[in-house]
């Protein structure tokens, strides 16, 4: 299979909320979104090995990232096919960190996004990340989607892996830092400030889930 590190410098620079957050509970309301939306050829399966799966993260931020990723699979699945997402608890050396760029060792949940799709080739998976880069037809979109995942795993201090073979597949793992002891974290903003107004924010997004969700 291919591994594709970071291969962009895109990165969100919006307001994040960072507070611990737990894995599971933030996967299971994206789930219960699709399992309403998607198509009803899609199975969709979780498997929870990770026994602690709280990290330090925008939880919002994160549901966004699963969900532009599942419907990248559900995309490449028109037929049907099988959406898997998985967590584990791994710990990273220095001796993976050095053949795995952007990588650092220590402590991380582990979030895998797989379906059986029709994959990518070398070509494609080269510019998987960057902005505006897209396969889709005129109209279809916007080639922001996996740009943005990538800024939003980049902003929680993680980083994001993708493996594929056409005809084979493809499957994302996402790592970030793990909370080994969740008292010591105290939930953190950038700006606590509250400032109200009649302000207007215009919200661009082709994909309606996903506009719906933010």
Same mark, same amino acid.
């Given at each position: 299979?291919?591994?594709?590190?970071?291969?962009?410098? %895109?990165?969100?620079?919006?307001?994040?909320?960072?507070?611990?957050? *737990?894995?599971?509970?933030?996967?299971?309301?994206?789930?219960?979104? !699709?399992?309403?939306?998607?198509?009803?050829?899609?199975?969709?399966?979780?498997? %929870?090995?990770? #026994?602690?799966?709280?990290?330090?993260? #925008?939880?919002?931020?994160?549901? *966004?990232?699963?969900?532009?990723?599942? !419907?990248?699979?559900?995309?490449?699945? !028109?037929?049907?096919?099988?959406?898997?997402?998985?967590?584990? *608890?791994?710990?990273?050396d220095e001796t993976y960190c050095r053949v795995h760029l952007g990588s650092t060792p220590g402590d991380y949940v582990m979030l895998g996004v797989s379906d059986n799709g029709v994959g990518m080739d070398k070509e494609i998976l080269a510019h998987v990340f960057e902005p505006f880069f897209t396969t889709k037809?005129?109209?279809?979109?916007?080639?922001?989607?996996?740009?943005?995942?990538?800024?939003?795993?980049?902003? *929680?201090?993680? %980083?994001?892996?993708?493996?594929?073979?056409?005809?084979?597949?493809?499957?994302?793992? $996402?790592?970030?830092?793990?909370? $080994?002891?969740?008292?010591? %974290?105290?939930?953190?903003?950038?700006?606590?400030?509250?400032?109200?107004?009649?302000?207007?924010?215009?919200?661009?997004? #082709?994909? #309606?889930?996903?506009?719906?969700?933010?």
């Amino acid at each position: 299979q291919t591994l594709v590190p970071y291969t962009t410098l %895109f990165r969100s620079k919006g307001k994040y909320e960072m507070a611990p957050v *737990n894995m599971h509970e933030t996967v299971m309301e994206v789930v219960k979104l !699709l399992e309403r939306t998607i198509d009803r050829r899609i199975e969709i399966t979780q498997h %929870f090995r990770a #026994d602690r799966a709280t990290i330090m993260g #925008d939880r919002t931020q994160l549901q *966004n990232a699963i969900l532009n990723i599942a !419907l990248n699979a559900r995309d490449a699945m !028109l037929n049907g096919g099988k959406l898997t997402i998985e967590t584990e *608890n791994v710990h990273l050396d220095e001796t993976y960190c050095r053949v795995h760029l952007g990588s650092t060792p220590g402590d991380y949940v582990m979030l895998g996004v797989s379906d059986n799709g029709v994959g990518m080739d070398k070509e494609i998976l080269a510019h998987v990340f960057e902005p505006f880069f897209t396969t889709k037809e005129v109209g279809k979109g916007t080639g922001l989607g996996l740009a943005t995942v990538y800024g939003i795993i980049k902003q *929680n201090d993680g %980083f994001i892996y993708v493996y594929s073979e056409q005809g084979r597949g493809t499957s994302f793992k $996402i790592y970030i830092p793990r909370i $080994i002891h969740e008292d010591e %974290f105290a939930a953190k903003t950038e700006d606590s400030t509250i400032v109200s107004g009649f302000e207007t924010i215009l919200l661009v997004e #082709d994909e #309606d889930m996903v506009r719906g969700m933010t």
